[in-house]
């Protein structure tokens, strides 16, 4: 590691983000926890900080642009830069754990599913992004899911969309800012145990299909992505 860097994660206060928080964390970064859970997200930030980590709490809506803008503003203000974003945040609504006939998805549903999923973590990129060249150095990772990458019989056509989306979204940004010292990646895990995933159906028979026999944990994946090599050069 080449000194302590700037990290925002989305969707921290619970889940895959508050492992990847920690696991940044760990690695001496300062975190910064972006949620729009306040409770959730006090809660992490003293969790964290009674491990001895360096994380500050941010409340905010990824699905607000000027919610977005704020918060890197404010770690811009603390710090001067920010080197690594992780856009985690995301949902997926649950009935009765299985998706849904593309008929029967309520509008607003549609509409706040693109808007947390898809259009957030652009947000949070194009308010980034002119940090991250500024010092000719980023990071960002992106959250896809196995459900943008083949059918699942569990997320909603909705979820599936914003997941693909990341995926061709994700691109086009690494194109745009890889000469500018910037990578952008997306992971695409399968099935995580948190409070999202918990609201599915048909875990039996999923868990079969698993060759370790469990399902991932949020530390899996911030473990499995070697932060290190992310947050050197
Ligand atoms: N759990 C899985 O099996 C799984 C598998 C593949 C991909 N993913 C993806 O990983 C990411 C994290 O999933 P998780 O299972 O940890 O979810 P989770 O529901 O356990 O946690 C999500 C966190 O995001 C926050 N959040 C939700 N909407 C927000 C918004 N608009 N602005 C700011 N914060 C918001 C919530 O308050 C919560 O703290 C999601 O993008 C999800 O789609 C999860």
């Given at each position: 590691m080449t000194g302590q860097r700037v990290a925002l994660v989305t969707g921290a206060a619970q889940g895959i983000g508050y492992g990847v928080a920690q696991r940044l964390g760990a690695l001496g970064h300062h975190v910064a926890l972006f949620d729009r859970d306040a409770a959730l997200l006090t809660q992490a930030e003293q969790a964290l900080r009674g491990e001895g980590l360096d994380v500050s709490?941010?409340?905010?809506?990824?699905a607000s642009d000027a919610s977005a803008k704020e918060a890197i503003a404010l770690v811009e203000k603390r710090f001067g830069r920010l080197d690594?974003?992780?856009?985690?945040?995301?949902?997926?609504?649950?009935h009765g754990g299985y998706s849904q006939l593309v008929e029967d998805v309520p509008l607003e549903e549609w509409d706040r599913v693109l808007a947390v999923n898809l259009t957030g973590t652009f947000y949070m990129c194009r308010h980034a992004l002119?940090?991250?060249?500024a010092r000719k150095w980023g990071r960002i990772v992106n959250f896809s899911s196995q459900g943008g990458r083949m059918r699942s019989l569990l997320s909603g056509a909705h979820y599936a969309a914003t997941k693909a989306g990341l995926i061709g979204f994700t691109r086009v940004l690494a194109g745009q800012v890889g000469g500018h010292g910037i990578t952008a990646n997306c992971i695409a895990p399968g099935r995580i145990d948190t409070e999202q995933s918990r609201s599915f159906g048909d875990t039996d028979t999923y868990l079969k299909q698993l060759p370790v026999g469990r399902f991932g944990e949020a530390a899996d994946i911030g473990d499995c992505q070697d932060f290190r090599v992310w947050a050197g050069g």
């Open positions: 709490a941010l409340e905010g809506d990824v690594i974003l992780i856009n985690n945040a995301g949902i997926s609504p649950s002119p940090l991250m060249k």
